[in-house]
């Protein structure tokens, strides 16, 4: 299959640019690089399965003949989506709508990038993908939240009007390798911090909870939905909730850091709980999360302790030759 996958140079699109590649396929990537690094994708610059090229998904592309489209382009972290408000909002709405004009024209499958942040601040628990979700249309998380949301409503739109063969994934909290080590999410934060011996952030008591999944369990379940006729949601991430302050014990154990636990400002509409119900997944893909907490810090921490190393001036930068 040829692939167009946006979003490629991020987190989430580099990894599943990496399996897609792995599997035989070849991949189109597209990125404008605004949260995304060239860096998640330097091993594939050679592989002539893998193309790529740097264009904002808000203005038209076309890529040629794709088979399969992999829509997964948007600021995710809460940081990354305050800064980029207006391109967040756009990349959900003008963004997917030209990627969804592309799956039209050729005739290709998609697969869309939603995200557990339909559910807001969830009244219900855990979420079931029959869950309306309880999102404030107006806070300062709405800019995600609402782009995701109608992201999935046009998905749905395309597909029901135009028989565009669609799907839609529901992420949950994911992390691994290549997060972006300053996109203030909770790992990363609290990696970094622990391995510098700075102190731990907790924001607001630390009793809030999320599910993490670690990111070759999250492409896992993807790529499996990726496979099937559903066009319903389906959630994808790892049931095992824990609250925020035993995340932060568990990274002081895994690193062996001394960092002290400080307490800092919830910011606003910062969800109590997130859990995913994955019986969905479960029954659908024959798929469920392997990799525990402790296991998948383990597996990042070699990243986030590049990440501490201050580069080196060279000789040649230093004008010394
Ligand atoms: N959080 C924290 N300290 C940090 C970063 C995040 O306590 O340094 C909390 C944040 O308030 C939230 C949870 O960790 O309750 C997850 O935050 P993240 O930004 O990773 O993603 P979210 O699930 O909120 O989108």
Known sequence: MRVLLTGAAGFLGSHLADALVADGHSV???????????????????????????????????????????????????????????????????????????????????????????????SEHP?????????????????????????????MAYHRYYGVDTRLVRIFNTYGPRLQKDDGRVISNFMMEALTDKDITIYGSGDQTRSFCYISDEVEGILKLARTDEHLPVNVGNPVEWTILDCAKMVLRVTGSKSKLVFCTLPEDDPVQRQPDISKARSLLGWEPKIDLETGLKLTLDYFRSCTEVPVASSAALGTD
């Open 28 to 122: 189109f990537g597209i990125d404008n690089l605004c949260t995304g690094s060239l860096r998640n994708l330097e091993h594939l610059k050679r592989d002539p399965r893998f193309e790529f090229l740097e264009h904002d998904i808000c203005q038209p592309f076309d890529p040629g003949h794709v088979d399969y489209v992999l829509n997964f382009a948007s600021p995710a972290s809460p940081v990354d989506y305050y800064r980029l408000a207006i391109e967040t909002l756009m990349v959900g709405s003008a963004g997917t709508r030209n990627s969804l004009e592309i799956a039209k024209k050729y005739g290709a499958k998609f697969l869309h990038a939603s995200t557990s942040e339909c559910y807001g601040d969830p």
């Open 127 to 155: 979420q079931t993908e029959e869950y309306w979700g309880h999102v404030n249309p107006i806070g300062p998380r709405s800019v995600y939240d609402e782009a995701k949301r109608f992201s999935e409503s046009l998905v």
